[in-house]
C-alpha cells in the first residue's frame, strides 16, 4: 500500500512538471483566447500584461525564477508543516443590512461577505476542499467560515482573476443555480464563465458597473498574473475593486504584489475608502512570492496609502500555497502594526465566520507621497522574521 502511494505522488509531481513545462512544449494544446480587443498600455492585442517599469515581474507563473528552484518549490521544500484542520466555529449571517451600516464576515482565504445597503456581496467564493485543476491542488484546512446553505441570497460577486484559489467554478455553479447574481470580473474571465453557462459582466481597469441601491463598482489595477493552464498566461485580465458607497467606499484588492507601486496611487484616487480587504498570505520564500503576492509588511504600507480607515486581511490561513506557517501573516502582521504605531483593532485578520460590524467611516492620515515602501519596510518585509506568539492578540 505504502508504495503504491509512493507511485502515485511520484505521479502527481511529474504532472505538475509537465505543467510548467507545458507553455513551452504544447501551447497550441493549453492556450486559450478569452479576449480579443484594442492594444492598450497593458494589452498587447494577444496578452496582458503589468504596465509597471517592472513589467515582467509578476506577470507570468515563473516570474523569472529558475525551473529547478521552483521544481524544489513545488516539491515543498523549506515548506512549514501546518496541520490537516484548524477548528472553525461556522456563522450564521443576517438575510440583509440595511443602509450605511457595514458588516463583512472571512470566510476563508479571500472570500469575505460583505453586507450593506441592503446589498449581499461576495469576493473570489470558494467553498471547494481542493483548489487547482482537477482536483490536484492544496487541500482546504480551515473551512468555510460560514456554510453554503447558511449564506443568505447573494446579490453580487466580485472575481479578481482566474487563478483556483480565486476562481472557483464549481461554487460559482451553485451560486448562479441558487441566487443569479451579477457576477463583476475583468476582461476575459467572463469567456471561461460563459463556456460553463455562467454571465458575467467584464470591465477594464476604470470600468464600472451598477449593483443597483445607488451602489456600482469600479475594476481596478493590480499587480498580478493570470492563467488557467499556464499555457493561457495572461489571457485574461487580473484586477481589485473599489465599492462605491455612500458611507466610504471598500477596495478589495484580490490578489497582488506591490509592483512599483504605482497602482496603489490610481487606487486611492477612488477613495475616500471606509475598508481596505487585502491579502497578507502565500508571501514565502520571498525571491519567488515577491513580484505576485504583497505580504503583511507590504499590505500595511498600502492600507497606510489608501488612507482607509479600517483593513480586513485575507488570502492566508486556508490553503497553504507557500512555505510560511499557518499563523505566520497573521502573527507578522500585529508585529508591524504594534511597530508602527497603528492600532490592531483597525487592521484585522480575526477568525473565519466571525462577523465584524466595521465602524463609521473616521479621518485617517493620509495616502503617503512615495510610491515605494520605505527601506526599513522593505528590509523587514525581505526578513519576514519568525514571530513571537507573545506578539499575538
Given at each position: 500500500m505504502r508504495s503504491a502511494a509512493k507511485a502515485i505522488g511520484k505521479l502527481l509531481f511529474l504532472l505538475l512538471v509537465a505543467l510548467l513545462l507545458a507553455p513551452g512544449i504544447v501551447p497550441p494544446f493549453l492556450d486559450r483566447i478569452y479576449y480579443r480587443g484594442p492594444v492598450s498600455d497593458h494589452f498587447d492585442g494577444?496578452?496582458?500584461?503589468?504596465?509597471?517599469?517592472?513589467?515582467?515581474?509578476?506577470?507570468?507563473?515563473?516570474n523569472g525564477i529558475p525551473i529547478l528552484r521552483l521544481i524544489r518549490f513545488m516539491r515543498g521544500e523549506g515548506r512549514a508543516p501546518w496541520p490537516k484542520s484548524v477548528p472553525v466555529t461556522p456563522g450564521r449571517p443576517?438575510?440583509?443590512?440595511?443602509?450605511?451600516?457595514?458588516?463583512?464576515?472571512?470566510?476563508?482565504?479571500?472570500?469575505?461577505?460583505?453586507?450593506?445597503q441592503g446589498l449581499n456581496i461576495l469576493t473570489d467564493p470558494i467553498w471547494s476542499d481542493r483548489t487547482g485543476p482537477f482536483a490536484l491542488g492544496p487541500r482546504r484546512v480551515?473551512?468555510?467560515?460560514?456554510?453554503?446553505?447558511?449564506?443568505?441570497?447573494?446579490?453580487?460577486?466580485?472575481?479578481?482573476?482566474?487563478?483556483?484559489?480565486?476562481?472557483?467554478?464549481?461554487?460559482?455553479?451553485?451560486?448562479w443555480a441558487r441566487d443569479r447574481p451579477l457576477i463583476v470580473t475583468g476582461l476575459g474571465n467572463d469567456t471561461i464563465l460563459k463556456a460553463k453557462g455562467i454571465p458575467a459582466a467584464s470591465r477594464d481597469w476604470g470600468g464600472r458597473v451598477a449593483l443597483g441601491h445607488g451602489v456600482d463598482v469600479v475594476v481596478e489595477r493590480v499587480h498580478h498574473w493570470d492563467s488557467r493552464w499556464m499555457a493561457d498566461r495572461n489571457r485574461a485580465l487580473w484586477s481589485g475593486f473599489t465599492i462605491r458607497l455612500p458611507g466610504g467606499n471598500i477596495f478589495f484588492a484580490g490578489d497582488t504584489g506591490y509592483g512599483d507601486g504605482s497602482w496603489v496611487a490610481d487606487a486611492a484616487r477612488d477613495g475616500p475608502y471606509r475598508l481596505a480587504i487585502l491579502p497578507?498570505?502565500?508571501?514565502?520564500?520571498?525571491?519567488?512570492?515577491?513580484?505576485?503576492?504583497?505580504?503583511?509588511?507590504?499590505?500595511?504600507?498600502?492600507?497606510?496609502?489608501?488612507?482607509?480607515?479600517?483593513?480586513?486581511?485575507?488570502?492566508?490561513?486556508?490553503?497553504?500555497?507557500?512555505n510560511e506557517a499557518l499563523d505566520e501573516p497573521r502573527?507578522?502582521?500585529?508585529?508591524?502594526?504594534?511597530?508602527?504605531?497603528?492600532?490592531?483593532?483597525?487592521?484585522?485578520?480575526?477568525?473565519?465566520?466571525?462577523?465584524?460590524?466595521?465602524p463609521a467611516m473616521a479621518p485617517a492620515p493620509g495616502p503617503a507621497q512615495s510610491n515605494r515602501p520605505s527601506a526599513a519596510t522593505s528590509a523587514s518585509d525581505k526578513a519576514m522574521p519568525n514571530v513571537s506568539a507573545s506578539t499575538a492578540r
Open positions: 494577444r496578452r496582458f500584461f503589468n504596465p509597471d517599469p517592472d513589467a515582467g515581474a509578476g506577470s507570468g507563473p515563473r443576517v438575510a440583509r443590512v440595511e443602509g450605511q451600516a457595514l458588516r463583512v464576515t472571512w470566510i476563508g482565504h479571500s472570500t469575505v461577505l460583505i453586507q450593506t480551515r473551512a468555510p467560515g460560514v456554510r453554503f446553505d447558511d449564506l443568505p441570497r447573494i446579490d453580487a460577486v466580485l472575481i479578481s482573476h482566474n487563478h483556483y484559489d480565486h476562481f472557483d467554478v464549481p461554487t460559482l455553479r451553485r451560486l497578507i498570505g502565500a508571501f514565502k520564500p520571498r525571491a519567488m512570492m515577491q513580484p505576485s503576492h504583497i505580504g503583511p509588511v507590504e499590505a500595511v504600507e498600502i492600507f497606510r496609502r489608501l488612507g482607509a480607515t479600517d483593513a480586513l486581511a485575507v488570502h492566508w490561513g486556508t490553503f497553504q500555497l507557500s502573527e507578522l502582521l500585529e508585529a508591524t502594526l504594534a511597530r508602527q504605531g497603528i492600532a490592531a483593532a483597525r487592521f484585522r485578520a480575526g477568525g473565519a465566520g466571525v462577523a465584524w460590524d466595521v
